[in-house]
């Protein structure tokens, strides 16, 4: 990853499309981002430009965060992530706004996307987004009390939920007279098995179609965002592997580049190829994970057997490199935990001949089977403006036909050294993301044997004891490094102060990192763009007009994972 | 039993004995899974790991099918009423295998939302350690949850003497 050096004196290029840009703070920050901050009044004003200008075109709402400063003139300051998929620019605008009256106008009209993430936003900071179409509260519970995410409330302060007080939706009891039936309110999970354990979904059905749906989540919110504010950056790559844990190593390697970035170093070379190749294994599990059970909700158990074996073999690669099966915290910020095993080259040839055969047999059993097809195909159907419009990205985003992927778009960990193909679909339905993710399992294997065949000797991790432990041998022997070892335990990586948002191309999709540092020894702030949150927001709107048992296969489609969706 | 000159002789035993014999042998699991544990649940009930070994493979959904629940993953505080309203509806006797850090003790998540351990307010028979347990710790629990039913000593057992 190449760190692009600060240059906040030359004028921002887009600076000149913005209504009133006199008035306005226009930079380009050191991440890459066009930099905007924008008075509220002014913030609606500012988004609407930046979507709709041609010049401008961010059609992506990456994330919109709220962030607490305490000791600041204005403590709270709200923050929009953007992005243009066709001119590749990224903006981030920021809003600052006084502790007495923390209101900003929402977003919601312009892009669909805002609706969660100012939900959010509300809930654990505590903003209000006026003319919000749904302002309650998102992660924690009904009988939450305060706004956990200001720097004023305690970490470990909880509140009891009674069973009287579980959410249930407004238009529940309301009177429907619009069909000519009679309809039912059917609740689906938390815990259902379609809804892998932590999704609920409220329906309201006309005979057997779904007239009006409504998700709740944050059933698996255990407090990510907090618990890495009380952590050193270090201590904060456990947490990242619990995230989407079904490729944990992906998510600890976008942390990793993250932080990397801000201390504007690079994990030597041998360890990004091991980073490379890990990562596509995890990529790998995910999809497997997704489609077997995405099959298994329609009915074809079979082929979860065919991929839970190659899953496992994968599994014996992570334990004889990092000792965990599935959370692997692998990663170190500068590096990876400690050298591959002896017969890493082996294990790895081993697998890249092993898992195609139980991908073809599954693609032999499903791709044409007629049940499948009429259960999937037409079924939950988005188109690409739409999926856009909710912030899809990944997978699910290039069955709608969006080739966007970020290791292509916006390569790291040296992706633009390999050849791959981004498979895209066009029907945007859920037998086009079983499609797009079965042939990115092929894609990934093309990866790792490109990888494999170039993976440079070296160390693992940087030499740099600012960040990274010295070796026990010398901790041993040198009092230097005693003293060094000594520091980075007792006090932590210092992170320079300023802010990055980096993102990685996770197994469904934009996997973004918003770190803030004050330059201490944890972080200030970390706010996570976890792709499933956006994508499952728009599941009760595509769900109207449809079956109920279709209400599943499109939910194991979409591959919602909670630990990355509620963190 | 055969005996030496061939011919065949009762085995006595307690009903009591009998009875829980065939229990530990036919658990009829209930995943409560939420998290990265019911990840690594799902791979012991795999081909590889096989659970069906331990006579405990048939997993039900329905509280009212199944006599052994493996909260396996973090509960919340959101979530808590559920897992009480499900262990509840669950028919007796029933065994409680909490899997993971997290359904323990809470795990590394001592947080604001975070349920610090399901033994608040269901009991719970066997722990289960590991961030997530290895499907041989799983099957270690259940094997020690069989022992427990064999020798009367469950967490139902107590409450009901």
């Given at each position: 990853m190449t760190v692009s050096k600060p240059d906040t004196l030359a004028p921002n290029?887009?600076?000149?499309?913005?209504?009133?840009?006199?008035?306005l703070s226009v930079t380009t920050a050191t991440d890459g981002f066009t930099e905007i901050t924008a008075d509220r009044s002014r913030v609606i004003q500012v988004l609407r430009a930046l979507r709709d200008r041609p010049e401008l075109?961010?059609?992506?709402?990456?994330d919109v965060c709220g962030v607490d400063y305490p000791k600041n003139e204005h403590r709270f300051e709200v923050v929009y992530h953007l992005t243009s998929l066709e001119k590749g620019h990224r903006v981030r605008v920021r809003v600052p706004i006084d502790e007495d009256d923390p209101r900003v106008p929402t977003a919601c009209g312009i892009w669909k996307a805002a609706d969660w993430f100012e939900r959010e936003a509300w809930d654990l900071m505590g903003i209000r987004f006026d003319g919000h179409p749904n302002l309650r509260r998102i992660l924690t519970h009904e009988a939450f009390q305060g706004h956990a995410l200001r720097k004023d409330y305690d970490p470990e302060k909880r509140w009891v939920l009674t069973e009287a007080e579980t959410f249930v939706p407004d238009w529940v009891t309301e009177p429907d007279d619009e069909g000519e039936f009679e309809t039912q309110i059917i609740n689906i999970g938390p815990s259902h098995p379609a809804t892998h354990g932590t999704l609920r979904i409220v329906v309201r059905l006309d005979g057997e179609v779904i007239t009006k749906a409504e998700c709740e989540i944050g059933y698996l919110h255990r407090c990510f965002e907090k618990m890495s504010e009380t952590h050193g950056w270090g201590e904060v790559i456990p947490y990242t592997d619990r995230l989407n844990y079904c490729s944990s190593m992906i998510n600890g390697v976008g942390y990793a580049l993250a932080v990397e970035h801000m201390l504007g170093i690079e994990a030597p070379p041998r360890a990004q190829v091991v980073r490379v190749i890990l990562s596509e294994f995890s990529r790998i599990m995910d999809h497997a994970v997704c489609l077997g059970a995405a099959l298994v909700d329609v009915g074809a158990l079979t082929n979860f057997w065919y991929f839970f074996q190659p899953r496992e073999e994968i599994y014996t690669l992570l334990e004889s490199c990092a000792g965990g099966r599935l959370t692997v915290s692998y990663a170190r910020i500068g590096g990876l935990a400690q050298e591959v095993p002896a017969d890493f080259e082996e294990q790895v040839r081993y697998l890249l001949g092993y898992i195609p055969k139980f991908v073809n047999d599954v693609d032999k059993l499903v791709t044409t089977n007629r049940i499948f097809r009429g259960r999937t195909e037409g079924v939950g159907a988005l188109s690409a403006e739409e999926a856009l419009a909710w912030g899809w990205t990944g997978p699910c985003l290039r069955a709608c036909g969006v080739p966007y992927d970020l290791r292509r778009a916006r390569p790291y960990l040296g992706y633009e050294n390999y050849e791959f193909d981004v498979p895209v679909a066009s029907t945007g339905d859920s037998y086009a993301r079983y499609l797009v993710r079965l042939e990115e399992i092929r894609q990934s294997l093309r990866i790792i044997e490109q990888a494999i065949n170039h993976l440079p000797d070296g160390p693992v991790i940087t030499d740099n004891h600012h960040v990274a432990l010295p070796p026990k041998s010398k901790v041993y022997t040198e009092m230097e490094a005693l003293i060094w070892h000594f520091k980075l335990i007792y006090e932590g990586i210092k992170v320079p102060a300023g802010s990055a948002y980096l993102a990685t191309e996770g197994a469904n999709g934009e996997l973004g990192y918003y770190l803030i540092s004050d330059g201490g020894g944890k972080p200030y702030r970390i706010k996570v763009r976890p792709p499933c949150f956006a994508i499952f927001q728009a599941y009760p709107h595509m769900l109207e007009g449809h079956l109920v048992a279709d209400a599943i296969a499109i939910l194991s489609s979409l591959n919602i994972i909670a630990g990355e969706l509620d963190r | 039993m055969r005996q030496p000159d061939g011919s065949s002789a009762l085995l006595t035993t307690k009903l009591d004995a009998m009875l829980a014999w065939a229990r530990k042998n036919s658990l009829w699991p209930l995943p409560f899974g939420t998290a990265c544990c019911a990840i690594e649940f799902m791979s012991t009930v795999s081909s590889h790991y096989d659970l069906a070994r331990f006579g405990a493979e048939v997993v039900r959904f329905s509280p009212r099918q199944s006599d052994m629940m493996i909260v396996a993953g973090t509960i919340t505080d959101k979530m808590a009423p559920v897992v009480k309203r499900i262990y509840d509806q669950m028919a007796e006797p029933k065994y409680v295998v909490s899997m993971g850090a997290c359904a323990c003790t809470g795990g590394f998540y001592r947080a604001y939302h975070v349920v610090q351990g399901v033994d608040e307010f269901i009991p719970v028979d066997v722990y289960v350690p590991g961030c997530p347990p290895t499907p041989e710790a799983l099957i270690g629990g259940i094997l020690k949850l069989q022992q427990l039913i064999q020798s009367g000593e469950t967490q139902y057992d107590r409450l009901k003497a």
């Open positions: 290029p887009l600076a000149k499309f913005l209504p009133g840009h006199e008035e075109d961010c059609n992506l709402l990456l | -």
